[in-house]
């Protein structure tokens, strides 16, 4: 071990004086350091859920992980996963623990994505979550505005949630739901709020899951769900500065600045607070005539891939 290593936990820590990627602004020590600094408030939101983290290898592109590589240390919780998708069983880790953390940390693991249900449990999700996705620009603003049009749906239809920076360009707003809700209901109500929000302003907010049918407007993804992910609250990503993916409440969005929340500044900023913890409404049972409606609005992303293919039709038709 070079002088710049060292243990915690248990886990050996190498390289640690490496850039983390082009454009971080970072060490691998940043997020070794960030990660063990807010544990306490980020493992509540990965605890018992199978896992993908986004790594970065020095000098190689980002990829997701989700099967869990031979090496392994066997302390490591895990849990299967069949994928339809690839017809076999992934193991996933299941990161409970701040040894866990600090293993994947070691790993360059920056971006942590679990899963919206528990291990063993996918058919009962514990939040739904809508994901505005802002056009191209500085657009931040515009995610903004639409984040508070969601917030209207929801006190329409009697829901709160919370909303949280994506630690990109966007805003995810997240709904605690009951124990008993459904994957399918969950589902529906999430297309449901989805629709009900770009009925309240039309030329800001969409659900057109085509990017060119989108039309400069903000994306209101209603497509996590069932086996979806989303980045856990206090996440970092893979983007210039390093950014995290922040807690920031409904009174202070409107202020908020995405890349002022960074792994350098995220645990001064919290102090001994949990934003997170705080914000998080408790769970919620869905109205069944939110469900309903939602049963109507069709999938967006199996729409778009007919849709496609109908164009495609059309242009060898006209061509």
């Given amino acids: 071990m070079g002088a710049a290593d060292e243990t915690r936990d248990g886990v050996s820590l190498t390289n640690l004086d490496q850039p983390l990627f082009d454009g971080a602004g970072a060490t691998k020590r940043d997020l070794v350091d960030y990660l063990d600094a807010v544990h306490q408030r980020i493992l509540p939101g990965l605890r018992d859920r199978p896992l993908s983290v986004v790594r970065v290898r020095p000098g190689q592109d980002s990829f997701m992980q989700k099967n869990l590589p031979k090496y392994t240390p066997d302390w490591v919780r895990?849990?299967?996963?069949?994928?339809?998708?690839?017809?076999?069983?992934?193991?996933?880790?299941?990161?409970?623990?701040?040894?866990?953390?600090?293993?994947?940390?070691?790993?360059?693991?920056?971006?942590?994505?679990?899963?919206?249900?528990?291990?063993?449990?996918?058919?009962?999700p514990t939040h739904l979550v809508l994901d505005l996705d802002p056009p191209v620009g500085d657009?931040?603003?515009?995610?903004?505005?639409?984040?508070?049009?969601v917030r209207q749906a929801l006190t329409d239809a009697g829901l709160a949630g919370a909303v949280k920076t994506s630690g990109a360009k966007g805003l995810h707003v997240i709904v605690p739901v009951d124990p008993a809700t459904t994957a399918e209901e969950a589902a529906a109500a999430t297309r449901a709020l989805a629709a009900r929000a770009e009925r309240l302003d039309p030329a800001l907010a969409t659900t057109a899951f085509?990017?060119?049918?989108r039309g400069g407007r903000v994306f209101v993804d209603s497509t996590r769900a069932y086996g979806a992910t989303v980045v856990a609250a206090y996440s970092p990503r893979i983007r210039p500065g390093t950014p995290v993916s922040y807690p920031?409440?409904?009174?202070?969005?409107?202020?908020?600045?995405?890349?002022?929340?960074?792994?350098?500044?995220?645990?001064?900023?919290?102090?001994?607070?949990?934003p997170w913890a705080e914000a998080l409404p408790a769970p919620q049972r869905l109205p069944e005539e939110l469900v309903a409606e939602g049963r109507s609005i069709p999938v967006a992303r199996v729409q778009a891939m007919h849709e496609g293919k109908r164009r495609a039709r059309a242009r060898r038709e006209a061509g």
């Fill in 139 to 149: 657009s931040f603003g515009a995610a903004v505005r639409t984040a508070l049009l």
């Fill in 210 to 213: 085509i990017v060119e049918d």
């Fill in 78 to 124: 895990r849990t299967s996963v069949w994928a339809e998708a690839s017809h076999r069983s992934i193991s996933y880790a299941l990161c409970d623990d701040r040894r866990t953390l600090l293993w994947f940390a070691n790993q360059r693991a920056v971006e942590y994505h679990p899963t919206l249900g528990r291990a063993g449990d996918p058919e009962h």
């Fill in 248 to 274: 920031v409440g409904w009174a202070d969005v409107e202020a908020a600045t995405p890349a002022d929340f960074t792994v350098k500044t995220v645990p001064a900023l919290l102090g001994d607070r949990d």
